[in-house]
């Protein structure tokens, strides 16, 4: 059974117009339509948006995620495929915490020191965190 656009969205929660971006740009791949040119997309449409949305909380990007549901799609996703790029997601992943715990640190020891004017501009928080 083929599901419409409005189908789809009710099953998945997700608006039509999102889905028709979706659409748009290419992640259910080559859709049937109808003689009045409506979008037709196949059962397992829910199946990959539950995944698109999961990729996306996961942070992946649109064209990665895009590759992911053509090799789905294809029968070509296979756990191997699928723990590389979860292995590469969670690598950029710790390398976002580590940059942040840096600027956590930086923001930190700013906000130690007392209010003034020393340095370069009239509060000295403003001139610490110039400084790095």
Known sequence: MELRIGDLSRRTGLAVGTLRYYADQGLFGKLSRTGKD????PEEAVEWVRLLQAAQAAGFSLPEIRAMLGAL?????????????????????RAQIRELEVLEKRIASTLEIPDGTEGPLPCSLASRLMAG
């Open 38 to 41: 409506y979008r037709l997309f």
């Open 73 to 93: 799609r294809q029968g070509g996703i296979c756990c191997q495929r699928m723990r590389q790029a979860l292995s590469g997601r969670l690598a950029s992943v």
